[in-house]
T-cell receptor, first 118, second 113 residues
């Protein structure tokens, strides 16, 4: 079975600090997809990024960057110069092929609660 | 934003009563999913659908049933609600293809008393 581990349950930083959220995954699939979602206090789930297993290029989007390392099965997320509005729960997820067809389900980590203090 | 609407958004019900949650999409996506979110567990798949009248079980399907009679609607039914089904329920949709992200509805907070 596939598994996603987010070992950091809660992280608290002061505004403008950089913060890295860790994600480690396990899968037997040779082709898979990794995601990060943000859940702000309002409760909705916001898609942040998708990365496929054969593309290990790191990605930067504004203050957000992602470091995918297949050798260590990790897909870490860094927020540079954090802001109070970054306070949220962040979920890492792994896309798994459901055996009965072409549908894929997302296996989620348990989430990391990030609090950015002013 | 993807057109996904969940109803109701909040519900309180008594143990033993049936409850139906509705997910409606306007994107014409093939795949629809129901997840539940509980503290310490992230989101877990309950049931999913890969087409009209085509559904299958997920990781935590016991006590739940689903139906999809139209592309745009995916219903989740708790036949006899229990306190362990108190949770936040999310519907998600995704397009055909293996590398597309899932878009989520706003969630339904269900409390079983």
């Amino acid at each position: 079975a596939q598994k996603v581990t987010q070992a950091q349950t809660e992280i608290s930083v002061v505004e403008k600090e950089d913060v890295t959220l860790d994600c480690v995954y396990e899968t037997r699939d040779t082709t898979y997809y990794l995601f990060w979602y943000k859940q702000p206090p309002s409760g909705e789930l916001v898609f942040l990024i998708r990365r496929n297993s054969f593309d290990e290029q790191n990605e930067i989007s504004g203050r957000y960057s992602w470091n995918f390392q297949k050798s260590t099965s990790s897909f870490n997320f860094t927020i540079t110069a954090s802001q109070v509005v970054d306070s949220a729960v962040y979920f890492c997820a792994l896309s798994e092929l459901i055996s009965s067809g072409s549908a894929r389900q997302l296996t989620f980590g348990s989430g990391t609660q990030l609090t950015v203090l002013p | 934003d993807a057109g996904i609407t969940q109803s109701p958004r909040h519900k309180v019900t008594e143990t033993g009563t049936p409850v139906t949650l509705r997910c409606h999409q306007t994107e014409n996506h093939r795949y629809m999913y129901w997840y539940r979110q509980d503290p310490g567990h992230g989101l877990r798949l309950i049931h999913y659908s890969y087409g009209v009248k085509d559904t299958d079980k997920g990781e935590v399907s016991d006590g739940y049933s689903v139906s999809r009679s139209k592309t745009e609607d995916f219903l989740l039914t708790l036949e006899s609600a229990t306190s362990s089904q108190t949770s936040v329920y999310f519907c998600a949709i995704s397009e055909v293809g293996t590398n597309t992200e899932a878009f989520f509805g706003q969630g339904t907070r269900l409390t079983v008393v």
